[in-house]
């Protein structure tokens, strides 16, 4: 016995395994039907409960008629409930459950009336069995719409609302919770509070904020429009149209192509239903499938069988989303239909009679998508398959209905009812009565698993599970489960969607688009016009140097300073630094400009030196032209505090060096045209004017100038010293690292101090342009001054036109200009004489030109 129990469990291993490793990928299938009698009807049951044993030729007496298919699986399910029930030793000792039902399988709401009257004889009774004359009370199972409930509970409570019972199954409806309507009425199906927010979170999961609504007109089919509303708005999911169909068929008929029209026009992809399954509403879905209208229906579980025959590819727009209430599957259905007449409940009855499970684990590799796993879809290629049988949310209520009446029986017979003293004449009605304290606080743990409550206000933890359903060839429809959702999990956790589900039905984890607009990308932001629905909205660029990297965004993110928006405008890029660098090209010239300069100009000051004895060098004062051959240098190597990247020391020395050392050049040729006026001016000897020529007094013209510039540097210094800036708006993409000047103010005064003195140099040197021309530099001097003016003069509005180290460049230019301007004009001409015509550098050749003059100017100097 040991070994053959080992051999099972090993045997086993394999299955066990491949339910952890293989992909889910269990199937619901059914067959199509577009008979008016699938149209339910309601269905009617009577239950009572009595002192004799049931066999099972009880259930194939009563099971063996002829009923619509929807009915028949209401009548399987009653009678397997029963049996478990009775074959079930610690409920109802003693007693047993039977059921009536009329020769068609159930009764209508228009047939109740003749089974009002219920058969109270006394059956042959077993030994060991009590015997009593009625039964203690009748319940009345009643469903699975609306109509038929309310038609059958309206008649018990005029008519003999003390000797009945009715329980409910079907969906949930607030009309049947009024007690004062239904005092004797009990629902079994949970609340539907929480299907709004269900169907709405699955949207919000897909990105579908664009749908349409068609519900019944009645109380119930506002109540779902009031919630959808209101989960609608929290996460911006907008109704494309609402059609509310009328209850009464003739009404529909007349605005039957009204209601067609709305879908047809309308963008949406997705429908939701909601309202009774054998209502107008359900012609209308019937009509809108039948003339090929491709919409993703979203509904609940009651709608799973109403459909048209109609035939729609895989891959096209079509299909349905069903919301059904969770429970546990009763795995022994089928043995027990099967156990009823194995010939009559062959595979092929029970695959046209409910949904079935296919468990296509069998073979994984043909499992990839729905179309591989129904290629030669056939019902003889059904009944080859190994399956069991679902229970349907109706005849789920009808197993958990039958629980809770046995329990309440059970309560009653643990609690010694039956030897209360009782008026024989109302007795029944006393059972009834006692029933019904019972039944309202009734709370059990079914076969299965599930806790059921009794209790309307304590019920209020929904569970859905979500199904996908698509028609197929050969009659076929397929149902598939592709998530959960949990009511009582934290917000935002209770929907669970099952992706790989999803991929093996479609091949494609993604499912088709429903929305008002286009989504807005990257770069694009959404822009709403007047009169449009939230979720419709056109799609603009950001604004300059705004970006947005996600899609459908409400506004536009500005890019910090230090980065711009690329031309996609969907992201900020770092801007690159820019400034007068050495190794660009721009920076590069001016830097081999400045060098080249200053070497010349040290090459002309080594010239000078060399030939200091010659007589146009000493005519020409070569004290100050020594002064001013090195501040030269110095001016053509200022323009190399410019370039490179700026820091604070170069920021202060480069206006510094520029003020002070143009200072010293210009009042140098200030002092110079000064005493080469004196020098023409002085004939007479022992005057005081040539006192001030001897004396050298011209010469502290420098010390003061520069002295002069020099306050006005530590002026600006102090008060409003040059710094570092950074200019990120003037080029786009870069951000520009210039030397700010601080106070412009005292730059102007810098510069117009260097202008006041080039203007009282050339103002000197023109008044002695008339002199003697031999070694007369007065007319070199003021073209040195009129070319270092025009510099400046130009230098300033270009300076203003310019930005970045365009505008930097520009000052170096400026620098080099007008310091090359002076070196050229004073000094080339004497180093042409000096290298290139010797015989002209000669005090003979002076004196025989200007004796008297030159001899007193070569004494002056």
Same mark, same amino acid.
């Given at each position: 016995?040991?070994?053959?129990?080992?051999?099972?469990?090993?045997?086993?291993?394999?299955?066990?395994?491949?339910?952890?490793?293989?992909?889910?990928?269990?199937?619901?299938?059914?067959?199509?039907?577009?008979?008016?009698?699938?149209?339910?009807?309601?269905?009617?049951?009577?239950?009572?409960?009595?002192?004799?044993?049931?066999?099972?030729?009880?259930?194939?007496?009563?099971?063996?008629?002829?009923?619509?298919?929807?009915?028949?699986?209401?009548?399987?399910?009653?009678?397997?409930?029963?049996?478990?029930?009775?074959?079930?030793?610690?409920?109802?000792?003693?007693?047993?459950?039977?059921?009536?039902?009329?020769?068609?399988?159930?009764?209508?709401?228009?047939?109740?009336?003749?089974?009002?009257?219920?058969?109270?004889?006394?059956?042959?009774?077993?030994?060991?069995?009590?015997?009593?004359?009625?039964?203690?009370?009748?319940?009345?199972?009643?469903?699975?719409?609306?109509?038929?409930?309310?038609?059958?509970?309206?008649?018990?409570?005029?008519?003999?609302?003390?000797?009945?019972?009715?329980?409910?199954?079907?969906?949930?409806?607030?009309?049947?919770?009024?007690?004062?309507?239904?005092?004797?009425?009990?629902?079994?199906?949970?609340?539907?509070?929480?299907?709004?927010?269900?169907?709405?979170?699955?949207?919000?999961?897909?990105?579908?904020?664009?749908?349409?609504?068609?519900?019944?007109?009645?109380?119930?089919?506002?109540?779902?429009?009031?919630?959808?509303?209101?989960?609608?708005?929290?996460?911006?999911?907008?109704?494309?149209?609402?059609?509310?169909?009328?209850?009464?068929?003739?009404?529909?008929?007349?605005?039957?192509?009204?209601?067609?029209?709305?879908?047809?026009?309308?963008?949406?992809?997705?429908?939701?239903?909601?309202?009774?399954?054998?209502?107008?509403?359900?012609?209308?879905?019937?009509?809108?499938?039948?003339?090929?209208?491709?919409?993703?229906?979203?509904?609940?579980?009651?709608?799973?069988?109403?459909?048209?025959?109609?035939?729609?590819?895989?891959?096209?727009?079509?299909?349905?989303?069903?919301?059904?209430?969770?429970?546990?599957?009763?795995?022994?259905?089928?043995?027990?239909?099967?156990?009823?007449?194995?010939?009559?409940?062959?595979?092929?009855?029970?695959?046209?009679?409910?949904?079935?499970?296919?468990?296509?684990?069998?073979?994984?590799?043909?499992?990839?998508?729905?179309?591989?796993?129904?290629?030669?879809?056939?019902?003889?290629?059904?009944?080859?398959?190994?399956?069991?049988?679902?229970?349907?949310?109706?005849?789920?209520?009808?197993?958990?209905?039958?629980?809770?009446?046995?329990?309440?029986?059970?309560?009653?017979?643990?609690?010694?009812?039956?030897?209360?003293?009782?008026?024989?004449?109302?007795?029944?009605?006393?059972?009834?009565?006692?029933?019904?304290?019972?039944?309202?606080?009734?709370?059990?743990?079914?076969?299965?698993?599930?806790?059921?409550?009794?209790?309307?206000?304590?019920?209020?933890?929904?569970?859905?599970?979500?199904?996908?359903?698509?028609?197929?060839?050969?009659?076929?429809?397929?149902?598939?489960?592709?998530?959960?959702?949990?009511?009582?999990?934290?917000?935002?956790?209770?929907?669970?969607?099952?992706?790989?589900?999803?991929?093996?039905?479609?091949?494609?984890?993604?499912?088709?688009?429903?929305?008002?607009?286009?989504?807005?990308?990257?770069?694009?932001?959404?822009?709403?016009?007047?009169?449009?629905?939230?979720?419709?909205?056109?799609?603009?660029?950001?604004?300059?140097?705004?970006?947005?990297?996600?899609?459908?965004?409400?506004?536009?993110?500005?890019?910090?300073?230090?980065?711009?928006?690329?031309?996609?405008?969907?992201?900020?890029?770092?801007?690159?630094?820019?400034?007068?660098?050495?190794?660009?090209?721009?920076?590069?010239?001016?830097?081999?400009?400045?060098?080249?300069?200053?070497?010349?100009?040290?090459?002309?000051?080594?010239?000078?030196?060399?030939?200091?004895?010659?007589?146009?060098?000493?005519?020409?004062?070569?004290?100050?032209?020594?002064?001013?051959?090195?501040?030269?240098?110095?001016?053509?190597?200022?323009?190399?505090?410019?370039?490179?990247?700026?820091?604070?020391?170069?920021?202060?020395?480069?206006?510094?060096?520029?003020?002070?050392?143009?200072?010293?050049?210009?009042?140098?040729?200030?002092?110079?045209?000064?005493?080469?006026?004196?020098?023409?001016?002085?004939?007479?000897?022992?005057?005081?004017?040539?006192?001030?020529?001897?004396?050298?007094?011209?010469?502290?013209?420098?010390?003061?100038?520069?002295?002069?510039?020099?306050?006005?540097?530590?002026?600006?210094?102090?008060?409003?010293?040059?710094?570092?800036?950074?200019?990120? !708006? $003037?080029?786009? +993409?870069? *951000?520009?690292?210039?030397?700010?000047?601080? &106070?412009?103010? /005292?730059?102007?005064?810098? =510069?117009?101090?260097?202008?006041?003195?080039?203007?009282?140099?050339?103002?000197?040197?023109?008044?002695?342009?008339?002199?003697?021309?031999?070694?007369?530099?007065?007319?070199?001097?003021?073209?040195?001054?009129?070319?270092?003016?025009?510099?400046?003069?130009?230098?300033?509005?270009?300076? !203003? $036109?310019?930005? +970045?180290? *365009?505008?930097?460049?520009?000052?170096?230019? &400026?620098?080099? /200009?007008?310091?090359?301007? =002076?070196?050229?004009?004073?000094?080339?001409?004497?180093?042409?004489?000096?290298?290139?015509?010797?015989?002209?550098?000669?005090?003979?050749?002076?004196?025989?030109?200007?004796?008297?003059?030159?001899?007193?100017?070569?004494?002056?100097?």
């Amino acid at each position: 016995m040991f070994a053959l129990v080992f051999l099972f469990f090993f045997l086993n291993i394999p299955l066990l395994v491949s339910r952890f490793t293989q992909p889910r990928c269990f199937w619901r299938m059914y067959e199509n039907k577009d008979k008016d009698e699938d149209l339910l009807t309601g269905c009617v049951f009577f239950l009572i409960t009595e002192q004799r044993p049931v066999e099972t030729d009880y259930f194939n007496h009563i099971l063996n008629t002829q009923t619509t298919t929807k009915n028949f699986q209401f009548l399987l399910a009653l009678a397997f409930s029963m049996d478990e029930v009775n074959r079930n030793p610690d409920l109802l000792p003693n007693s047993s459950f039977v059921f009536e039902c009329p020769e068609r399988g159930c009764v209508t709401g228009t047939k109740i009336d003749s089974h009002f009257n219920f058969s109270e004889e006394v059956h042959d009774l077993p030994a060991n069995y009590m015997c009593h004359k009625q039964t203690m009370c009748i319940v009345v199972l009643t469903g699975p719409n609306l109509a038929t409930s309310v038609m059958i509970g309206t008649k018990l409570n005029i008519f003999k609302p003390q000797q009945f019972l009715q329980v409910t199954y079907g969906p949930f409806h607030p009309i049947l919770s009024n007690r004062e309507q239904f005092p004797s009425l009990y629902q079994m199906a949970a609340k539907d509070t929480s299907l709004a927010l269900a169907m709405i979170s699955l949207m919000r999961y897909f990105n579908w904020n664009w749908i349409g609504l068609a519900i019944s007109d009645n109380d119930q089919g506002t109540q779902f429009l009031t919630q959808l509303r209101g989960e609608m708005e929290k996460i911006t999911v907008c109704l494309a149209f609402v059609s509310v169909i009328p209850v009464k068929m003739h009404l529909f008929l007349t605005r039957a192509e009204v209601y067609y029209n709305q879908i047809v026009t309308s963008s949406t992809n997705v429908v939701v239903i909601y309202g009774d399954p054998d209502s107008s509403l359900a012609v209308g879905f019937r009509r809108w499938e039948s003339l090929g209208l491709q919409r993703i229906w979203v509904t609940t579980s009651q709608w799973d069988g109403t459909t048209t025959k109609n035939d729609f590819p895989l891959n096209s727009l079509n299909g349905k989303i069903t919301f059904t209430h969770q429970h546990s599957e009763i795995s022994s259905f089928k043995t027990f239909v099967q156990t009823l007449n194995p010939l009559k409940y062959t595979e092929e009855f029970l695959a046209r009679l409910e949904w079935m499970n296919l468990n296509c684990n069998v073979s994984v590799s043909m499992c990839k998508t729905l179309k591989n796993c129904l290629s030669n879809a056939s019902l003889q290629w059904l009944k080859a398959q190994t399956f069991d049988m679902a229970f349907s949310d109706e005849s789920y209520d009808i197993y958990n209905a039958v629980y809770a009446v046995t329990h309440a029986f059970h309560e009653m017979l643990l609690q010694h009812v039956y030897n209360h003293p009782m008026d024989n004449s109302k007795g029944h009605y006393a059972h009834c009565l006692k029933l019904h304290s019972f039944m309202r606080k009734t709370r059990f743990t079914n076969p299965v698993g599930d806790r059921v409550i009794m209790n309307e206000k304590e019920n209020l933890q929904e569970e859905y599970g979500i199904f996908q359903i698509w028609n197929f060839p050969y009659g076929l429809g397929l149902k598939v489960k592709i998530g959960e959702f949990i009511s009582y999990f934290p917000y935002g956790q209770q929907l669970h969607i099952y992706e790989d589900m999803i991929e093996h039905a479609t091949g494609s984890r993604q499912m088709p688009p429903s929305v008002c607009s286009a989504e807005c990308g990257p770069g694009l932001r959404k822009f709403w016009q007047e009169g449009m629905a939230a979720c419709c909205f056109d799609c603009c660029p950001c604004p300059q140097n705004e970006v947005s990297n996600e899609t459908n965004v409400d506004r536009c993110v500005r890019c910090p300073e230090d980065q711009y928006a690329n031309r996609e405008q969907n992201q900020c890029i770092p801007k690159v630094v820019i400034f007068l660098n050495y190794k660009d090209t721009l920076g590069m010239v001016l830097t081999l400009m400045a060098l080249f300069f200053s070497a010349f100009t040290t090459v002309v000051l080594g010239i000078f030196v060399k030939h200091h004895d010659t007589p146009i060098v000493k005519a020409n004062n070569q004290n100050l032209s020594y002064i001013l051959l090195i501040s030269l240098i110095f001016c053509f190597l200022c323009p190399l505090l410019f370039i490179g990247h700026p820091n604070s020391a170069t920021c202060v020395l480069q206006q510094i060096t520029f003020g002070v050392v143009f200072t010293v050049a210009v009042s140098t040729v200030l002092a110079k045209t000064v005493t080469v006026v004196l020098a023409f001016k002085v004939t007479v000897p022992g005057t005081r004017m040539r006192y001030f020529l001897v004396s050298g007094v011209p010469n502290y013209i420098i010390a003061i100038c520069t002295l002069i510039q020099i306050i006005l540097c530590t002026i600006w210094l102090h008060f409003s010293p040059p710094f570092i800036d950074k200019d990120v !708006h $003037s080029e786009h +993409g870069q *951000i520009i690292i210039v030397c700010n000047k601080g &106070s412009v103010t /005292a730059f102007y005064c810098v =510069l117009g101090y260097h202008g006041s003195l080039a203007l009282g140099s050339f103002i000197v040197a023109f008044l002695a342009r008339n002199l003697p021309e031999t070694f007369n530099e007065a007319k070199l001097l003021t073209f040195s001054m009129l070319l270092f003016c025009s510099v400046w003069i130009t230098f300033l509005p270009v300076y !203003h $036109s310019t930005k +970045g180290k *365009i505008m930097v460049a520009v000052e170096v230019l &400026s620098i080099l /200009a007008s310091s090359a301007g =002076l070196l050229g004009c004073i000094f080339i001409p004497k180093c042409y004489i000096i290298l290139l015509r010797p015989e002209r550098n000669s005090l003979q050749k002076l004196r025989g030109e200007n004796t008297l003059l030159n001899t007193h100017f070569i004494n002056c100097n």
